[in-house]
């Protein structure tokens, strides 16, 4: 049996997007579901956490956890405070989505689960909430200029990201955040930062490189043509040591190495992972270099290379980027993805890509706001 309880915010309850649709979404996944509701909290957050979690454990008396083999937490705001507290007092093991967790939302332990946090929210200072995120390694997806509902307003979005509606971007927004949170809920993916101490050969035991290449893309004559090229395409040990070196100088010289797990804490299996270099060239182009992305064999279309992709553009845009540069494997299923994500022929040719992968195919991705 599985139950999936959804704890509201201040004002924020369970009708609203975030909840609702990952309240519909615990419900596809055949959960149980329950709702959990407040009355006449205060607004100051810590009379309001004492009436909330006294309400709570009021609304779920009633339920016998141990007939349940799997119980996942949806909560936001004050209800991630609640949700962790309720999880230690009464030794549940559940899985959790923090949906904008306030600081008092760490004092409880243990926190197994995904977060997700707007810059411009005003209950939770984004550094605070990165650091004990990274410190605790925690998988955090950080949404630039998103307020406390995770949401763009006008005020906090600068000039150029004007060009597509607040709406419209909202939405978006709302869509990437329910991807994320039911490839968790299905198959307890979770995607977090990786650290330089932590990417080691042992990272690695459970990915698998492997693809089997029949068709490759290939340049003649100015022109793009499909060409067999069968070979299958994996890492040596030797290829192994030398993704592990470049992706430790990704992270120590300010990079981005996002990874994808499955599993549950300690005992997840790196599934993929995408690295974006740290220093913008190509003149007016301000292009950054991802350098490396890649999923495991055996969890491909289930929209992680999707999610990975789409983390690694955000993250280039926070950098100041206007593209994305790609020197991308020429395989036709390869290119297919690029080509979904909005991947184009670069305009200008990075040339120490070219030297190093002369059967490459040079890409790039217009970010937002341009």
Known sequence: ?????????IGYHCDKPLLY??????????????????????????EAFADAYAQTEACLADISWSQYEDVLFLSKSIGTAVAAAYAQKHQIPCRNVYYTPLSQTFDFAPLSGIFFHGTCDPRAETAVIQEICGARRLPLTVIGHANHSLELLPENVPAARHKKSITQQNIHILENIMTLTEQYIADGIFYRTLCADEICPALFHGFIRHQNVVKCWRKENGNW???????????TPNDYQVLIRCLQNTVQTGGLVLAAFKGHDADAVLKGFVSVEPTLFGGDQRYLDLSSIHVSEDMRQKGIGKALFVAA?????SKGARKLYISAHSAVETQ???KTMGCVEAQVYDQHH?????YDCQLECTLAGY
């Open 225 to 235: 043509v499909i060409r067999d090229a069968p070979f299958i395409d994996d890492w």
């Open 313 to 317: 553009r955000d993250w280039a845009a």
């Open 336 to 338: 297919d993805f690029y």
């Open 354 to 358: 070219v030297e190093q992968e002369p």
């Open 1 to 9: 049996m599985k139950i999936a309880v959804l704890f509201p915010g």
């Open 21 to 46: 649709y990952s309240g519909k979404l615990a419900q596809q996944y055949q959960y149980e579901l329950r709702r959990v509701s407040y009355s006449n909290l205060n607004q100051s957050i810590p």
